[in-house]
């Protein structure tokens, strides 16, 4: 009996961790699959809700702060249906992220913000109810090489290393300066499998803020995948 007390409480510990940190977090520490620096490629999406400071101001601190986790409960089914890893929270963004071999397949980081936003639009109704305001959105995806490793003692985590992450946030800001909602770097673009070339628009070669060497970005549209 209390063998399996035990048992059931060490499942229950490995449940709430995984919330916590993240189902696919918890494997590769458990695994040990970044106790040593490794070098990967990989998909980076930042996902911005515009308008959240004044929103901030308008309707106080703590209705801000359930308006953010709503959007944030709202964007987890369609990031664990296409296999996305959340990062991090930073503020009112969510940072996700796929190893270039799963974001490839299918296009999956177009495919999950557009499903996000899908998502949030069929909620639009109960959050301008409940606060006023539907969420809407700003994001930009990038990939490129960066190193990932565990790191931390008292709490451990999986940490990126790269350009990559920089440029992402770089690009996430460019959608206020070109005043688009979704854009993609080039470098990604071309990494995806499964979409038409012409389901976006090119925007050409772009100075981004912060970067001596220009980006080449392409507006993100629903794609059409190929079936």
């Known amino acids: 009996m209390m063998i399996l007390a035990l048992f059931v409480l060490a499942c229950i510990l490995l ?3 995984s919330r916590l940190i993240g189902e ?3 494997r590769d520490i458990m695994l ?3 106790h040593r620096p ?4 990989r998909f980076f999406l930042f996902v911005d809700i515009a308008g959240s400071t004044p929103l901030a101001e308008r309707i106080g601190p703590a ?3 359930r308006f953010l986790g709503r959007v944030f409960h709202v964007a987890s089914e369609p990031i664990d249906d296409y296999r996305g890893e959340i990062y991090q929270y930073v503020g009112d963004e969510i940072v996700i992220t796929w ?6 397949q299918d296009a999956r980081p177009l495919a999950c913000f557009f499903e996000i936003e899908q998502a949030l639009t069929r909620a639009a109704q ?3 109810c409940d606060f006023g305001v539907a969420p809407r959105l700003r994001a930009a995806l990038h990939a490129g090489p960066v190193i990932t490793e565990e790191n931390g003692e008292s709490r451990r985590a999986i940490v990126f290393h790269g350009d990559v992450m920089n440029t ?3 690009v996430e800001g460019a959608t206020r300066d070109l005043e688009r909602q979704f854009l993609v770097s080039a470098d990604a673009f071309q990494r995806l499998d499964g979409v038409e070339a012409s389901a976006l628009e090119d925007l050409g070669l772009r100075q981004l803020r912060g970067r001596a060497e220009p980006v080449r970005m392409v507006l993100g549209r629903r794609p059409r995948v190929n079936t």
């Open 126 to 128: 109960e959050f301008d």
């Open 32 to 34: 040990g699959r970044y």
């Open 24 to 26: 696919r977090t918890l």
């Open 99 to 104: 190893t270039a071999s799963e974001g490839r």
């Open 168 to 170: 992402t946030a770089r």
């Open 15 to 17: 449940i709430q961790l």
């Open 63 to 65: 209705a801000a702060h």
């Open 38 to 41: 490794r070098a990967e490629e």
